[in-house]
Nanobody, 124 residues
């Protein structure tokens, strides 16, 4: 079983930055791909970014491309989401997710393990 715990959310002004962290435990972190998703009130959960097991491949939703960066530190069993130039529409609960695949897809169904989420609010 894999446990994921997000942190780093909070309130930030538009144009600001935040770094989300997701600490993993329970299995060999370096063997599975990771992703970040988000869900705003009244909306479906949506893909944000994903990273391969070894960190060599990344992919982003068009809405965050050029502003967000996903990274991982396998020695620390942690994946990060660096968010810059934040916009009010980025406000959501952000979830990290883990997949047994080496590089999972953008679909939430590819991820078996989920954290509880961390709230990000971007004020205008």
């Amino acid at each position: 079983q894999v446990q994921l715990l997000e942190s780093g959310g909070g309130l930030v002004q538009a144009g600001g930055s935040l770094r989300l962290s997701c600490a993993a435990s329970g299995r060999t972190f370096s063997s599975y791909a990771m992703g970040w998703f988000r869900q705003a009130p009244g909306k479906d959960r949506e893909f944000v970014a994903r990273i391969s097991a070894n960190g060599g491949r990344t992919a982003y939703a068009d809405s965050v491309k050029g502003r967000f960066t996903i990274s991982r530190d396998n020695a620390k069993n942690t994946v990060y989401l660096h968010m810059n130039s934040l916009k009010p529409e980025d406000s959501a609960v952000y979830y990290c997710a883990g997949s047994d695949r080496i590089f999972a897809s953008y679909s939430s169904s590819a991820y078996a393990y989920w954290g509880q989420g961390t709230q990000v609010i971007v004020s205008s």
